[in-house]
């Protein structure tokens, strides 16, 4: 229901932008209408929200009243018949959409991807409205990546001093005092129940998991523009290495029920085996969107509440507007520890009918 919500709201709130772009220019011979005020204020708040969803090669911080990013840059680096590096803010314009010029060839950021171009920064649009310009191998330090690696230097820090903390003594200190509740709750109400007396092969990464969502939803609520959890491509290396940690810790009792599903009659089983092997594949998928489609949500939704305020600015949307973003604000604090405990749980479930062993089926036999 929260997904349809923001869906329906993002449409409406485009096709608001769309109408009052295009709707003067559909017979191609009309003069584009000047936009008005409100009109200006809702395409600055589409692109805003754009911007706040998509990676970045810099890091800002806020926007004053000029227009000014105020942040840090980042190392762009791409490899293009070689690798080339440089600081985001080190190449004029760059940042800006204007084309830079390394080594005798020509680039541009477009919609935070790198294009070769030529000195005019000349992009050819496809039938779909994106560049068909060649796309040098980005290997950037972009603001995900950045925050990615703070996570993870921050998840060492912590985890690392709480060990050495239960070395000097059992009773939780630090730290350890607000995350040893949750440990045991991954360990008990996670892992033991779905995977059962093997859960400790697989606690490591469990736990690794859960904590790593959590930090990277929680810092997502920050107003920095941090959407890690909101990328696609984020999710989907999550999911994969679900997928291969199932897949290579299944037994034969896993790999049996899927080629050669037993007490099944003969036809039926080469009907199940194309299917049985899609859902190997269909179970990682459902974690990537799962976690992407609700993070993304959440952040379509806040965000365009509070651009309502500037699009209808009157003493009504000045007040129920506020009350609405801080409702759905809260409820995006309780989505992100369900999102890293949904995740979690699932991935300790695909484990667990990876490792199962069916016991009960070779007693049957006997």
């Known amino acids: 229901m929260f997904k349809k919500f923001a869906v329906l709201f993002y449409s409406i709130f485009v096709l608001n932008l769309v109408s009052a772009q295009h709707g003067e220019a559909t017979t191609g011979a ?17 692109e805003f929200i754009d911007h706040h969803l998509l990676d970045a090669h810099d890091f800002t911080l806020m926007v004053d ?9 980042l190392p762009v680096i791409f490899y293009d018949n070689g690798f080339h590096s440089f600081m985001s803010n080190g190449k004029e314009g760059f940042m800006h959409g204007e084309p830079v010029e390394v080594d005798g060839s020509f680039y541009v950021l477009h919609h935070e991807k790198i294009y070769k171009t030529d000195a005019k920064g000349t992009l050819t649009l496809g039938k779909d409205g994106h560049p068909t310009n060649e796309k040098p191998l980005d290997l950037s330090i972009t603001k ?4 990615i690696f703070l996570v993870a230097v921050v998840m060492l820090l912590v985890f690392t001093g709480m060990a050495r903390s239960y070395k000097k003594s059992p009773v939780p200190s630090g730290a350890a005092r607000f995350l040893e509740p949750l440990v045991i709750f991954v360990r008990d109400e996670v892992a033991i129940p779905n995977i059962g007396h093997k859960y400790k092969r697989f606690m490591s990464y469990l736990l690794t998991v859960f904590f790593f969502i959590l930090f990277l939803n929680v810092l997502g609520l920050m107003p920095f523009g941090i ?7 984020m999710t989907f290396f999550l999911a994969i290495l679900t ?6 810790s299944a037994n034969k009792d896993y790999w049996k029920h899927i080629f050669w599903m037993p007490g099944v009659p003969v036809p039926m089983k080469f009907i199940m085996l ?7 594949i269909t179970k990682p998928f459902a974690l990537m969107i799962r976690l992407f489609a609700n993070m993304t949500a959440g952040h379509i939704v806040v965000m365009t509440l509070i651009g309502s305020i500037y699009i209808f600015n009157n003493w009504i949307a000045g007040v129920a507007f506020p009350f609405l973003t801080l409702v759905i604000y809260l409820l995006e604090v309780l989505v992100a520890f369900l999102q890293a405990y949904i995740f979690t749980m699932l991935s300790a479930l695909f484990i667990g009918m990876a490792v199962e062993e069916h016991e009960h089926e070779h007693h049957a036999a006997h």
Do not use: M, R
């Open 30 to 46: 009309a003069p584009a209408k000047e936009l008005s005020e409100k009109d200006k204020v809702t395409k600055e708040n589409k």
């Open 65 to 73: 009243k000029d227009g000014h990013h105020i942040g840090f840059p």
């Open 144 to 147: 995900s990546v950045l925050i």
């Open 227 to 233: 959407n890690v959890t909101g990328n696609i491509t």
């Open 243 to 248: 997928y291969l940690i199932t897949t290579f």
């Open 274 to 280: 194309p299917i049985e092997l899609l859902g190997t």
